[in-house]
């Protein structure tokens, strides 16, 4: 498995703070982007956003110039709602954590930063977000055939529920072709292009490979012809 990347947006308006955060973030998390206000924030967050790329965490002060945490964090939050925040901050006001309400706000760290405290939270969102990007990881490589059927496409594996199909060379060829482009039909040449590297394949030797498979998943059979084009799986 590839080494997972976790990234964190630091807003912080107060130099010592912004020095410190980042330090620790440095020594926690993979990469971290540094904003000195709400706009900045703001516009690291969507310059990333619109390259695709995404913050794990989003660590920011609430009273800042330009644009306050909390305005930001809505910004962000119209943007991506799922996205998780902690805040840092001075004040204890009533307002201010009023208006967090509703919003993915995980923490909250009161300047003066206890060092300890921060670095037990951040490893501790960490190891969640390891967890979770994992959990995705191997979810993302998992196709769903039908209700009884999977393919791992990293392992090339058929599984019956949790039952291990087990596969010869060609016919996992066969089934790595088939869910290629999942819902389009696949044409005889290139099936035999995908299994043989060879157009010339004959039909008979190409169906026979098809036959074994279908054997083996005949209880819930998700290989359909359609017939003069080619075949699918549905």
Same mark, same amino acid.
């Given at each position: 498995?590839?080494?997972?990347?976790?990234?964190?947006?630091?807003? +912080?308006?107060?130099?010592?703070?912004?020095?410190?955060?980042?330090?620790?973030? /440095?020594?926690?998390?993979? =990469?971290?982007?540094?904003?000195?206000?709400?706009?900045?924030?703001? &516009?690291?967050?969507?310059?990333?956003?619109? +390259?695709? !790329?995404?913050?794990?965490?989003?660590?920011?002060?609430?009273?800042?110039?330009?644009?306050?945490?909390?305005?930001?964090? +809505?910004?962000?939050?119209?943007? &991506?709602?799922?996205?998780?925040?902690?805040?840092?901050?001075?004040?204890?006001?009533? =307002?201010?954590?009023?208006?967090?309400?509703?919003?993915?706000?995980?923490?909250?760290?009161?300047?003066?930063?206890?060092?300890?405290?921060?670095?037990?939270?951040?490893?501790?969102?960490?190891?969640?977000?390891?967890? @979770?990007?994992?959990?995705?990881?191997?979810? *993302?490589?998992?196709?769903?055939? &039908?209700?009884?059927?999977?393919?791992?496409?990293?392992?090339?594996?058929?599984?019956?529920?949790?039952?291990?199909?087990?596969? *010869?060379?060609?016919?996992?060829?066969?089934?790595?072709?088939?869910?290629? $482009?999942?819902?389009?039909?696949?044409?005889?040449?290139?099936? !035999?292009?995908?299994?043989? $590297?060879?157009?010339?394949?004959?039909?008979?030797?190409?169906?026979?490979?098809?036959?074994?498979?279908? /054997? !083996?998943? *005949? @209880?819930?059979?998700?290989?359909?012809?359609?017939?003069?084009?080619?075949?699918?799986? +549905?």
């Amino acid at each position: 498995m590839d080494k997972i990347t976790t990234r964190v947006l630091l807003v +912080e308006d107060e130099e010592d703070a912004r020095e410190i955060l980042s330090f620790y973030l /440095d020594t926690i998390f993979d =990469e971290v982007q540094i904003a000195c206000d709400g706009q900045e924030g703001l &516009n690291i967050y969507k310059k990333y956003y619109e +390259e695709e !790329k995404s913050f794990d965490l989003v660590l920011t002060d609430i009273k800042m110039p330009n644009k306050d945490g909390l305005t930001m964090v +809505e910004d962000i939050t119209k943007l &991506n709602d799922e996205q998780k925040f902690i805040i840092v901050s001075a004040y204890k006001d009533e =307002e201010y954590l009023f208006k967090s309400i509703g919003l993915n706000i995980i923490s909250y760290f009161v300047k003066p930063l206890e060092i300890k405290t921060v670095m037990e939270i951040l490893k501790k969102v960490k190891s969640k977000v390891l967890e @979770d990007k994992s959990k995705n990881e191997n979810l *993302s490589e998992i196709i769903n055939l &039908n209700k009884t059927y999977s393919f791992n496409t990293k392992t090339n594996l058929l599984y019956k529920k949790d039952e291990l199909i087990h596969l *010869s060379k060609k016919e996992t060829l066969l089934l790595k072709a088939l869910i290629t $482009n999942i819902k389009q039909i696949k044409t005889k040449e290139f099936l !035999k292009k995908s299994i043989w $590297n060879d157009t010339n394949t004959s039909d008979a030797t190409m169906r026979t490979v098809i036959k074994r498979v279908k /054997d !083996k998943v *005949s @209880d819930d059979d998700f290989i359909s012809s359609i017939k003069g084009i080619g075949y699918i799986i +549905e």
